[in-house]
């Protein structure tokens, strides 16, 4: 028999028995707070598990968390209901729609769920067929248009076990959150117990969480290890998604942690300040005064993403308010980061907090102004990568889409496709756009041209010439772009890229020039000019990288180069003369080989370094094994 875990969070208008229906339905009374059992009213979140048998024999394990209806504490609800898979509205019989039904219906729209159970309680005092009428009257044109409605009443017993039912029934239609190895556990509540330490509780979401593991808590960048999980008491090895998680970190103190705060593994990108979002105010708002006007551009306002909530400021792409009816892609500037994913949901409030004045989801979660994102099909992986990558231009595989809602593996075939499909390049370690790829290319190309016209003496271009003229600022991209020009026309030698029909080849008007060099090096060659006296100005100079670049100079030090036949001989006769000699020094090299210590120091360096001698003190002796 399987298992499946959801998390139902409740919702609807104060005093309309939200609490008293969990507690019918799970045996647990969810308001656990003096101050609540004293005002009769939920003040905070509170928290229930139901377990029940789904028609397919499916085990059905639903975490429940209990909102505060009231509009005091409608910070409290958005908190509890940002990672939900099914919601339980309640609208009571006596009253009918309230305000808060109203405001929590548009708060879960923004936040994106999809799949609700309507209790409509204390249908003891009759008005069933009213307020059902009421409801579907309300409920038209949002997703939530057909749920089932039950009628309950906690007083009688009537429609809690058809509640039961219909709750299975929901959630055994419902696809489990997805376990994509990127779990965040958004911190709800922080607090500490007697020999066990500071405790944090959230819903888990994207990925599994295990005892041991090794974690980081964001915004604060808190590094710590699991001590154990457990899950409505219940001691567990593994946390998987969609369950309410309490996770023990005794190496962290309460005052560290906030609600707000998310539990993740490194590596999956950091905060953020700065977003790109999509923001969302629908008609429906044109019939609540209060939250029908336009949103200004330049706005302060709340922002409540995961369990979390922040100050804002908002400044739309485009000028002008935001009208009741509309969408506008907009920059968000927030007074601290938060932990967001592309495609992650969240609601606005105004600054009064008094007012939910709109919804949004996340475009960029680490957008700049400069580079406003444009919308897109954010529940395709493929189309999700394309933007990126025509965005940014490129981005490294490994970091692509981290902080997006699918997993390294999805976006691994993702790119195989499009790269199949010549949508995009992908090189070594990078992911290109097509069109970014080909201009990045054509310079580079041009550039190296150039190079060989220029300066048709060289090898090719230097590699931080080409890097600096390109202007990247990544290395992983001019590898890349590096090996993808030789698997054509293009050789690297070294530190530099030629095309591989460039021959380099002296100027007729410096090849007096070499010849004077050649002389020179030639005169005296176990003992020749020093560098400086050969390179008497820039033709020189020219002259005198080509010959080392090309292999017919070596250079031994930078004031000291000998003819590579020169460097041979030198070779060979210091070998023989050891062989013959036993250990020499300098000086008995020196005079033997009719050099001087400018040379012969390193020449000798040279030669210890290409394993033909090694120094033993003061004096030299062959290696074993000698390369001659």
Not at 118 to 129: E, F, P, V, Y
Not at 251 to 262: A, E
Request: charged share 25%.
């Amino acid at each position: 028999m399987t298992t499946r875990h959801f998390i139902v969070a409740t919702a609807g208008h104060v005093d309309h028995g939200k609490s008293a229906l969990v507690k019918a339905l799970t045996g647990t009374d969810p308001d656990r707070l003096p101050e609540e059992k004293k005002r009769q009213i939920t003040i905070d979140l509170g928290f229930a598990a139901l377990n029940a048998t789904a028609p397919n024999g499916d085990r059905i394990h639903a975490g429940i968390v209990d909102v505060p209806g009231h509009e005091d504490f409608v910070r409290n609800m958005i908190a509890g209901v940002g990672s939900i898979d099914l919601a339980l509205f309640v609208i009571a019989a006596d009253d009918g729609w309230m305000p808060q039904s109203e405001e929590h219906l548009q708060i879960l729209n923004y936040l994106g769920v999809q799949r609700a159970v309507i209790a409509l309680t204390k249908s003891d005092l009759g008005r069933i067929g009213v307020v059902t009428n009421q409801i579907r009257e309300q409920l038209t044109g949002t997703p939530f248009a057909d749920s089932p409605i039950v009628p309950t009443s906690v007083r009688t017993g009537t429609g809690i076990e058809k509640l039961v039912n219909t709750l299975a029934s929901q959630l055994a239609r419902t696809e489990p959150q997805r376990d994509i190895r990127k779990p965040r556990l958004f911190i709800d509540r922080v607090f500490t117990l007697r020999g066990i330490g500071t405790v944090v509780t959230g819903t888990l979401t994207g990925g599994s969480l295990r005892r041991g593991q090794q974690i980081i808590l964001y915004p604060n960048n808190l590094e710590t290890r699991i001590r154990s999980i457990q899950s409505h008491g219940h001691e567990l090895e593994v946390a998987q998604p969609g369950m309410r998680t309490a996770i023990n970190l005794p190496d962290l103190r309460v005052d560290q942690i906030k609600r707000g705060d998310v539990v993740t593994l490194p590596d999956h990108g950091t905060p953020s300040s700065t977003l790109i979002v999509l923001v969302e105010k629908p008609s429906r708002l044109n019939g609540d005064k209060t939250v029908a006007h336009p949103l200004k551009n330049g706005s302060s306002i709340y922002v409540h993403h995961g369990a979390s909530r922040v100050a804002a400021r908002i400044r739309f792409r485009e000028n002008g308010s935001l009208e009741a009816g509309k969408e506008k892609i907009a920059h968000l500037k927030l007074a601290s980061p938060i932990f967001a994913f592309i495609g992650d949901r969240f609601v606005v409030r105004d600054c009064s907090e008094r007012h939910t004045i709109a919804g949004g989801i996340v475009l960029d979660p680490d957008g700049d102004k400069e580079s406003l994102a444009a919308s897109v099909a954010l529940d395709s992986v493929d189309s999700l990568v394309r933007a990126t990558l025509a965005r940014q231009g490129y981005a490294r595989r490994e970091s692509l889409l981290s902080k997006s809602r699918f997993s390294a593996d999805e976006i691994s075939e993702a790119l195989m496709r499009l790269e199949e499909s010549g949508a995009i390049v992908a090189c070594q370690q990078i992911a290109a756009d097509r069109e970014f790829w080909r201009k990045l290319r054509a310079q580079a190309i041009g550039l190296i041209d150039a190079a060989h016209k220029e300066s048709p003496e060289r090898a090719g271009i230097d590699l931080g010439e080409l890097r600096s003229a390109l202007r990247v600022q990544d290395a992983e991209v001019l590898e890349s772009l590096v090996a993808d020009l030789c698997e054509g026309y293009f050789v690297r030698k070294g530190s530099v890229i030629a095309r591989t029909s460039h021959r380099p080849t002296l100027s007729v008007h410096v090849q007096q020039v070499e010849k004077r060099i050649r002389e020179a090096l030639t005169g005296t060659p176990f003992d020749p000019p020093s560098r400086k006296a050969i390179e008497s100005d820039l033709q020189g100079r020219q002259v005198v990288r080509f010959l080392i670049e090309n292999g017919d100079v070596t250079e031994l030090a930078l004031d000291v180069v000998l003819l590579r036949e020169s460097f041979e001989r030198m070779k060979s006769q210091v070998a023989e003369f050891i062989s013959k000699n036993g250990p020499s020094s300098v000086s008995q090299l020196r005079q033997a080989l009719g050099s001087s210590r400018r040379v012969m120091v390193p020449l000798l360096e040279r030669l210890d370094r290409d394993g033909v001698t090694r120094r033993a003190g003061d004096k030299r002796m062959l290696c074993r094994i000698r390369n001659l």
